[in-house]
């Protein structure tokens, strides 16, 4: 099961599990394996199942998530551990440097986790919390692509096709909110973009889709004081009443419900 703490030096990391750090105030060294990380503010420090750490003489201060190969029961794990969970099981990129102009998303989305972690039920699976989760991983990953060099030849045509999908989804999830909107901006058909992600994510093309919107009007209800019809309208909704409808389906609660209690 997913869960989201607040980082404390004195944690036992959990066996079998993945771990991601948001250092987001932060100095010293941590070691990963035989590497050492010098740490600062605003880095995520990724800790693969089979790694080991050692906290030296790190000061860290924010939340750490962890999670299992469970926790993606419907998906080609494999394709997972290659394409979002920073190839092979963190194995390469431990440290991720968060620019200036991304801090604030990534603070707000670990802030979303531990605020859903600690609302839901003791030991309930939490499916919104595994939106985030992926949500998260799929951020990671477009840090990483825009900071290294990619070896084509290294990434399938599909692999490629997802990363295009995913930079679409991005910067158009406020007016389209369709798969044959990506399918026609990418030139595939609907089928082929379909069967990619239920390939690479065990999910749909549209619930990927779905999921982007979802978590953006999370971040708009607990972080602003935007009004519900302001954030309907801003994300491409025709009514209040359609936004309404679409986030209770997912979350089981209208947006006024859950921005009440996340600010309580």
Known sequence: ?????IYNSLLQYKEGHHAIIWAKDANGSI?????EFKLSSYNIITVGK???VQT?????NGLIVYFSDADFPNSNIDSVCRIVLLYNYFNIHNQIIIEDELNTKFDQLFTLMYSEYNMQEAQSSNPVLSLLLQTLLLKMEQVIRN???????????????????FNALETNYTNHHQVKDYAELLNVTNRKLNDITK????????ELISNKIYIEILRHLQFSSTSIKEIAYKMGFSSPYHLSNFFTKINGISPAAYRDKVKS
């Open 199 to 206: 390939q690479y994510f065990g999910t749909t093309a549209k």
């Open 1 to 5: 099961m997913i869960s989201v703490e």
């Open 31 to 35: 070691l990963i394996g035989d590497k």
């Open 56 to 60: 030296q003489d790190a000061s860290i």
């Open 147 to 165: 900071s290294i060099e990619i070896n084509s030849n290294k990434n399938s045509i599909d692999e490629e096709l997802l990363t295009h999908f």
């Open 50 to 52: 089979q790694e080991k």
